[in-house]
């Protein structure tokens, strides 16, 4: 019955392990084609938009007139249904097609992906775009792909599971869609359940051999040992008829044969609470409890030092993932910066000398003053306003003079539209600072989303921040007296999710205290971090 019940704990966790990581190898391979597809097109729109070449493309098809300029899927005008890309400029008038090739040489490479493995791409009609493994004389548009996987993913939805694909075939996939406006495609990575469970049923043929060639020698081993044991019990029978009949003589024999008695029994109970720990720390394993502990009894328990390897190499593989999504997470918010300080920018240099030309404009050519005093007024004022537009985007005093100033300067621009009383005290070591660039856009952010959350939420009256930088650790501060929230029962809004995650991002530490009339968030960064 041990033999048996690890034979299936083992098998079901082996089973169970194997799928997930198919799933998750799959889920690898779509990211990477869905993020080379999505860079690929937007590195053809960007080339597209940029270029100064104003003739079209040569593909004889015709383009809606009701389409605004962007990325859209030709395929149905296309009179060779073969997967069109279009890059459409209302504005110049151009179109451009991107290259098939170019689209079928990233779906078409199978790292990974063994013997039945694909990945295709579906557009709304849920005709396939992209050429068929399996049905290569098909041509990809007649062939339809209304599976739940297609299904799921044109509803925005990203996924992974075991499902029939568009041969009826029983598949394992990841699906979702091309983050790309106006281009309604979905992109899938499939492999076959029958390829995937292989490995299983292999194993289990394995097991089922073993185990019976274990029951069939632990069959001979019992014949040939009942001999041996029963013996020690026959002369303890013996000796207890003859005790009971009076006779004690056999005492001696008796207590020796009663030793041998114990002694198997300890064994056998020794070897129940080995095996009970290694079920234990498999099934701990199982559930991706890692922080799990196992000692192996002795150098030979080759059981235990296997188990302890798998956790090793899961506790490897997780942190790999953590270390993979922290990388992602820093690439969506270097995005966002980057995208604030080019919007930033154009407000400034943009919109800026435009409206200051056209202050010079009326001052020269407006002769009623009434008028030029009223339209120089709305000007300033439209000034002002794209001057604080600007500065919320991406304060410019960040790289000249460092977060501490683009806090204050935060801090006095919204003075004038609160009663609440704002007090910041800076403590870092201004030129000397070691503060990164990258660190010193998320203390503001995270500072200026503080305060925001206080002015729409806390009803307070009172906000202290300090920052402040020692050799190792950036450390802020901040206090408001508003009514508080319960951190256990608080549905947290996307403003306190995005401290978090620019904290983690920086590899620092959060701690947030709150009861009414006095909340703190307590936020520490490391200096020494290379990486951000």
């Given at each position: 019955m041990v033999v048996i019940t690890l034979s299936i704990t083992f098998y079901n966790q082996f089973s169970k392990e194997l799928k997930d990581r198919i799933l998750l190898q799959l889920n690898s391979i779509k990211t990477l084609k869905q993020n080379q597809v999505e860079k690929l097109i937007q590195s053809e729109w960007n080339n597209f938009i940029n270029s100064s070449n104003n003739s079209n493309d040569s593909l004889s098809i015709k383009v809606p007139n009701n389409l605004q300029s962007g990325i859209y899927d030709f395929t149905k005008?296309?009179?060779n249904n073969q997967l069109t890309i279009a890059l459409v400029d209302k504005n110049n008038n151009k179109v451009k097609y991107i290259p098939y090739k170019k689209i079928t040489s990233i779906l078409l490479e199978?790292?990974?992906?063994?013997?039945?493995?694909e990945s295709y791409l579906v557009g709304e009609d849920y005709r396939m775009r992209s050429q068929s493994r399996f049905l290569k004389d098909s041509l990809p548009y007649n062939i339809v792909v209304k599976t739940n996987g297609v299904k799921n993913a044109l509803t925005g939805n990203n996924g992974k599971g075991l499902y029939k694909d568009y041969r009826g075939i029983d598949v394992y996939g990841v699906?979702?869609?091309?983050?790309?406006?106006?281009?309604?495609?979905?992109?899938?990575?499939?492999?076959?359940?029958?390829?995937?469970?292989?490995?299983?049923?292999?194993?289990?043929?394995?097991?089922?051999?073993l185990m019976?060639?274990?029951?069939f020698i632990a069959v001979l081993l019992s014949l040939f040992l009942t001999k041996i044991i029963a013996n020690p019990i026959l002369n303890m029978k013996h000796s207890l008829k003859e005790m009971v009949d009076g006779n004690y003589s056999r005492i001696n024999n008796y207590s020796k044969n009663s030793n041998e008695i114990k002694e198997m029994f300890i064994a056998l109970d020794d070897l129940k609470k080995s095996l009970q720990g290694a079920v234990t720390f498999s099934k701990e394993i199982g559930e991706m409890n890692l922080s799990s502990n196992y000692?192996?009894?002795?150098?030979?328990?080759?059981?235990?030092?296997?188990?302890?390897?798998?956790?090793?190499?899961?506790?490897?593989?997780?942190?790999?993932?953590?270390?993979?999504?922290?990388?992602?997470?820093?690439?969506?918010?270097?995005?966002?910066e980057n995208e604030r300080r080019r919007l930033a920018r154009e407000l400034h240099d943009g919109l800026g000398p435009l409206l200051t030309s056209l202050k010079f404009y009326i001052d020269?050519?407006?002769?009623?003053?009434?008028?030029?005093?009223?339209?120089?007024?709305?000007?300033d004022n439209t000034i002002s306003e794209i001057r604080l537009m600007s500065n919320a985007l991406m304060p410019t005093s960040?790289?000249?003079?460092?977060?501490?100033?683009?806090?204050?300067?935060?801090?006095?621009?919204?003075?004038?539209?609160?009663?609440?009383?704002?007090?910041?005290?800076?403590?870092?070591?201004?030129?000397?600072?070691?503060?990164?660039?990258n660190q010193q856009i998320n203390i503001f952010r995270i500072t200026q989303e503080l305060i925001n959350n206080t002015l729409k939420h806390a009803k307070a009256k009172n906000i202290k921040i300090t920052l402040s930088e020692f050799e190792d650790f950036i450390s802020l501060f901040y206090f408001?007296?508003?009514?508080?929230?319960?951190?256990?029962?608080?549905?947290?809004?996307?403003?306190?999710?995005?401290?978090?995650?620019?904290?983690e991002i920086c590899k620092g530490e959060i701690k947030i205290h709150s009861k009414p009339n006095n909340t703190t968030f307590e936020i520490e960064l490391p200096i020494d971090n290379e990486d951000y």
């Open positions: 005008y296309n009179e199978r790292t990974g992906m063994g013997d039945t493995g699906y979702g869609p091309i983050n790309i406006p106006n281009l309604n495609l979905v992109i899938l990575s499939e492999i076959d359940k029958d390829e995937v469970e292989a490995p299983i049923k292999d194993l289990q043929k394995r097991l089922f051999l019976f060639l274990i029951i000692t192996p009894k002795s150098n030979n328990d080759s059981l235990g030092k296997s188990l302890i390897k798998m956790r090793d190499k899961l506790i490897e593989f997780r942190n790999n993932e953590n270390k993979h999504r922290l990388n992602t997470k820093r690439q969506l918010v270097d995005g966002l020269n050519n407006i002769k009623s003053e009434d008028q030029r005093s009223e339209m120089k007024t709305i000007i960040i790289d000249d003079f460092g977060v501490g100033t683009a806090i204050l300067n935060f801090i006095e621009s919204i003075k004038s539209t609160t009663n609440i009383n704002i007090s910041f005290e800076d403590i870092t070591r201004g030129a000397e600072s070691n503060i990164t660039k408001d007296d508003g009514q508080g929230f319960n951190i256990k029962t608080v549905a947290l809004g996307s403003g306190i999710t995005n401290i978090k995650e620019r904290v």
